[in-house]
């Protein structure tokens, strides 16, 4: 076997081990989201060689915060295609969830009439619309017919519509 081949492989899998717990520290952001930005730094700046290059450019912060956001964005893309959502929505969708859960289990408290009470009441308002659709109705006809005996009183005919 060819020496440098060897230790190719060798060194090949001794960084395999060390990179194993940054490996972990990764997984462990793309659980939370990568929220931070000083994190992501930290953990490209692990690399060593990235360290080198940070410090010679005065805007790295700058370029490290597009790069969060470019990763942010391709990241809930990449998520949405599973059907998950960022922990932050589902936060507030839980919450909103749990208000209406906690409203219904009020109103199941209550006794049934007073459940039916608020159906009763919006029986009465359709009910009172419809009469006050009905009257305007027939208030029109009336004015209608009004206009028609005045213009045949005074012996003129009414224009056809």
Do not use: C, H
């Amino acid at each position: 076997m060819n020496k440098d081949f060897l230790e190719f492989w060798g060194n090949f899998l001794l960084q395999a081990a060390k990179g194993q717990r940054q490996l972990e520290e990764a997984m462990k952001w793309v659980q939370l989201g990568t929220e931070s930005i000083e994190a992501q730094r930290d953990f490209w700046n692990s690399f060593g060689a990235a360290k080198k290059e940070i410090e010679n450019k005065p805007d790295t912060v700058e370029m490290w915060g597009k790069s969060l956001e470019d990763f942010r964005k391709s990241y809930r893309e990449f998520v949405k295609l599973f059907g998950m959502v960022p922990m932050d929505q589902y936060q507030v969708l839980l919450k909103k969830n749990e208000a209406l859960e906690k409203k219904l289990a009020e109103r199941k408290k209550l006794p049934p009439k007073v459940r039916s009470a608020g159906k009763d009441a919006l029986d009465a308002q359709r009910e009172i619309e419809k009469g006050l659709q009905e009257l305007t109705q027939k208030q029109g006809e009336q004015f209608k017919e009004l206009m028609e005996s005045i213009t045949t009183f005074y012996g003129q005919s009414l224009p056809d519509k």
